[in-house]
């Protein structure tokens, strides 16, 4: 299995530019989500994924959007790039929501680095 | 609203102390209780849980946490820091009666083991 994948690992936007970043995940598993992560922030939800067709905010979804028509992939778009939204963003994934049935773990991708200029 | 806090920013042991990493939550209900380490230029990995039972877990690489519900803490601990152990360690937590399914992490803390 190759897990959760990300593409690019590497990404330099203008201002105002679109892009998608994808995420995908052999594992079967129906939670995905996306979060960013930003010195002294930690990691913070973006949007988030309890199966295919099915889609949440979390807690920054401004700017962003996500789409999941498929249970393995789960892109996150940014529509119109501002210099706020140069991050670190990793997809993850797991079975079930955390906590759910007593699981717990979610798989992380690499994460794309994005710098807007 | 649920919310964690991990209240240092930085901890530095020597190589075969104890180490204890910090980490206090809020939650309307009752939490799911996460421990994740994030080695350089990586994602992710998951260390251990806390969803029911035990207030003390055990997690990979011999690091436990003690779940205390009067405190609301979920403290990390490993009775022997190893230099290998250095990395930044996020404490997350899920509301287990919340209708959402948002895990929230907390800001992270870099633990540095001196040899």
């Known amino acids: 299995n190759a897990g959760v994948t990300q593409t690019p690992k590497f990404q330099v936007l203008k201002t105002g530019q679109s892009m998608t970043l994808q995420c995908a995940q052999d594992?079967?598993?129906?939670?995905m989500s996306w979060y960013r992560q930003d010195p002294g922030m930690g990691l913070r939800l973006i949007h988030y994924?309890?199966?295919?067709?099915?889609?949440d905010q979390g807690e920054v979804p401004n700017g962003y959007n996500v789409s999941r028509s498929t249970t393995e992939d789960f892109p996150l778009r940014l529509l119109s790039a501002a210099p706020s939204q140069t991050s670190v963003y990793f997809c993850?994934?797991?079975?079930?929501?955390?906590?759910?049935?007593?699981?717990?773990?979610?798989?992380f991708g690499p994460g794309t680095r994005l710098t807007v200029l | 609203a649920q919310s964690v806090a991990q209240p240092e920013d930085q901890v530095n042991v020597a190589e075969g102390n104890p180490l204890t990493v910090k980490c206090t939550y809020s939650?309307?209900?009752?939490?799911?209780l996460f421990w994740y380490v994030q080695y350089p230029n990586r994602g992710l990995q998951f260390l251990l849980k806390?969803?029911?039972?035990?207030?003390l877990v055990k997690g990979s690489y011999g690091f436990e946490a003690e779940f205390n519900k009067s405190q609301t803490s979920f403290h990390l601990k490993k009775p022997s820091a190893l230099v290998s152990d250095s990395a930044l360690y996020f404490c997350?937590?899920?509301?287990?009666?919340?209708?959402?399914?948002?895990?929230?992490f907390g800001s992270g803390t870099r633990l540095s083991i001196r040899p």
């Open positions: 939650v309307s209900g009752n939490p799911y």
């Open positions: 994924s309890v199966g295919a067709g099915i889609t």
């Open positions: 993850a994934s797991s079975p079930f929501p955390p906590g759910t049935s007593g699981r717990g773990e979610q798989f």
């Open positions: 806390y969803i029911t039972g035990d207030n």
């Open positions: 594992m079967n598993h129906e939670y």
């Open positions: 997350a937590v899920r509301d287990r009666y919340s209708s959402a399914s948002k895990i929230i």
